[in-house]
T-cell receptor, first 116, second 112 residues
Framework: DSGVTQTPKHLITATGQRVTLRCSPRSGDLSVYWYQQSLDQGLQFLIHYYNGEERAKGNILERFSAQQFPDLHSELNLSSLELGDSALYFC???????????????FGPGTRLTVT | GENVEQHPSTLSVQEGDSAVIKCTYSDSASNYFPWYKQELGKRPQLIIDIRSNVGEKKDQRIAVTLNKTAKHFSLHITETQPEDSAVYFCAASTGSNYKLTFGKGTLLTVNP
């Protein structure tokens, strides 16, 4: 157990719908990263938040957005869902953005999204 | 942006043999190289990592080597066991944004 939690574990929804995925980082971790894992694209970085602020964006679609709240949990919002958005969505957390522990990212169990 | 190539995509070994997985990266600014193990349906689990100021790091049966000049790094697993069977991912990151760029993964099968 990495200490990172994600809810829900599974989500089945229809095309055009909107869903929210939730992530709670390890106690004390200030950074949250979101990744998408699909069979064709592999593991891809979406977005990084540090202590409530967006720090970096990857290949995140405009239909997707995220935020990190004052209690440090993060939510990933996916809207106008398409079949191709079906994937495993992982969040990861790390301690800080400087120092020796800043690089290590610990992944949560993931949310499996199925769009029908 | 960074591009990470990983080989082989599948690897089958006999229990007790060694396994080697290789990765190359494109961005010379990358300075952190972790390896993750992912069992079917589970989360990626950090198993070992190496910084650019170190050439080799070992942790029991696993080791990672880094050649900055050639921009490649490798994972070595000795005395493999059936429970080592999983998909292994290499990744690279720079200190500026910390995002991980992953290789496509290697499915390692250890046959008893």
């Amino acid at each position: 157990d990495s200490g990172v939690t994600q809810t829900p574990k599974h989500l089945i929804t229809a095309t055009g719908q909107r869903v929210t995925l939730r992530c709670s980082p390890r106690s004390g971790d200030l950074s949250v990263y979101w990744y998408q894992q699909s069979l064709d694209q592999g593991l891809q970085f979406l977005i990084h938040y540090y202590n409530g602020e967006e720090r970096a964006k990857g290949n995140i679609l405009e239909r997707f957005s995220a935020q990190q709240f004052p209690d440090l949990h993060s939510e990933l919002n996916l809207s106008s869902l398409e079949l191709g958005d079906s994937a495993l969505y992982f969040c990861a957390s790390s301690e800080r953005t400087s120092g020796s522990k800043s690089y290590e990212q610990y992944f949560g169990p993931g949310t499996r999204l199925t769009v029908t | 942006g960074e591009n990470v190539e990983q080989h082989p995509s599948t690897l089958s070994v006999q229990e007790g043999d060694s396994a080697v997985i290789k990765c190359t990266y494109s961005d010379s600014a990358s300075n952190y190289f972790p390896w993750y193990k992912q069992e079917l349906g589970k989360r990626p689990q950090l198993i070992i990592d190496i910084r650019s100021n170190v050439g080799e790091k070992k942790d029991q049966r696993i080791a990672v080597t880094l050649n900055k000049t050639a921009k490649h790094f490798s994972l070595h697993i000795t005395e493999t066991q059936p429970e080592d069977s999983a998909v292994y991912f290499c990744a690279a990151s720079t200190g500026s944004n910390y995002k991980l760029t992953f290789g496509k993964g290697t499915l390692l099968t250890v046959n008893p």
